[in-house]
């Protein structure tokens, strides 16, 4: 008899844990595509060449941003689940059309910028494979601008999830450089850090600006209102954007330790992701050469996608247009501001002899001079009762996050005067 009760309590326990499984499959999306977003064409140069010029010394620091980038992008899901509106339409209702368009505006330019460097990456993935550039930035575009004229979100977000899948390419491409496993912890979580170095500086500040890009405040509020989820979706939406944070920094350690176990032992300088990967193919082989090429391309091909639809889903609020991706070819001006995103960025990368490096440089100290203003917009937002109501941040709330906000704003404006002061150190 108590054998039989025992099945019976048992039964509901485990539906329950499975209809917990299969909510959260539901719910997820945003958080953790924004998150892989993250690592793009610039952070994934930036990572790289973290690891070939100080070894695994910059690991701790991907660690320790998981919890910034937790907290920045979760004040976005808060917003969106409770207001059921995107970043800038939450601008325009509240702070009205003028600082609508100062945000509005700086993120246009900072897009479109970055689109450069994620295309620039796509460009430079073609060398690692030995391929002419120019095809496989088109062929690029193409399949990018394809995935908008499906005319729905879901559809979308497989096409996302699945450069997701691409971009975990570069773990295995890890373990291909044989990293000495007490070597990574004892030099990248336990050991001495130069801070008197201006070059390791420099990359803690690059590093820490690219973990926060002001078009993924956008983005995930947008996609949160658009996959249609509610204050009742809140928990699971949170974990989901935990678990990108993770996932994603995971990535940045992955990169590090593929460099730092090839490169930074054999004294080899790197200027990109895709010279990094041409560099250690010798060393190591062939297999993580095109494990780490595919990665590139994957991470290019998912921030250029996240980074247009932040564009055309900012201006469709903001405005008023149709703005969701299940209205398909509706949604004319939406989609058409989506296309030429994509068409100019990577008309642009295709301009011979362009310094694509030095542009991807510039667009990361650029993204720290226009960090204070999206960030400044999150935060008012997130404490304004009008919008939030009672889901506003709470004392720890704020603190954590004005004093995050302060070290990575201040480091970004310095990284921004030092590379417009010294633009080759």
Known sequence: M?????????APARRSIWQLILRFLAVTGPGLIVAFADTEAGSVTTAATSGAQFGYKL????????VPLFVVQEMTVRLGTVTGKGHARLIREFYGLGWAWV???????????????EFAGIAGAALIFGLPAAPLVIVAALLLIVVIFTASYKRAEMFAFSLCLVELLFIPAAFA???????????????????????????????????????????????VVDKGLTLKDLGFA??????????????????????????FVHHIPVSDAAHAALAFQPLVGRFAGVTFGVGLIGASML????????????????????????????AKRFSALYVGCVAIAAGIVLIPNLPLIQM?????????????????FLLFLVNDKRVIGDRRNTLLGNTIAFSLSAVIIALGVWMTITTIMHPGS
């Open 2 to 10: 108590a054998t039989l009760e025992s099945s019976v309590k048992a």
């Open 59 to 66: 690991i701790l620091l991907q660690l320790l941003l998981i």
């Open 103 to 117: 945000s509005l505006g700086t993120m246009l330019v900072t897009n479109i910028a970055a689109l450069v460097t």
């Open 360 to 376: 991807t440089v510039y667009v990361e100290a650029f993204n720290g001079f226009v960090l204070p203003i999206v960030l400044g």
């Open 238 to 263: 949170r974990f989901d954007t935990a678990l990108g944070a993770v996932l994603t920094q995971g990535i940045m350690c992955a990169i590090i330790i593929t460099t730092a176990a090839t490169l």
């Open 177 to 223: 450089a044989h990293p000495p496993v007490r070597t990574i912890v004892m030099q990248g979580i336990f050991g001495n850090q130069p801070l008197t170095d201006y070059s390791y500086l420099l990359l803690i500040a690059s590093n820490m600006c690219a973990v926060i890009m002001p078009w993924m405040i956008f983005y995930q509020q947008s996609a």
């Open 303 to 330: 921030g250029a996608f996240v980074v247009s639809l932040a564009t055309a889903w900012a201006f469709g609020e903001a405005f008023g247009w149709r703005c969701s991706l299940n209205d398909g070819l509706r």
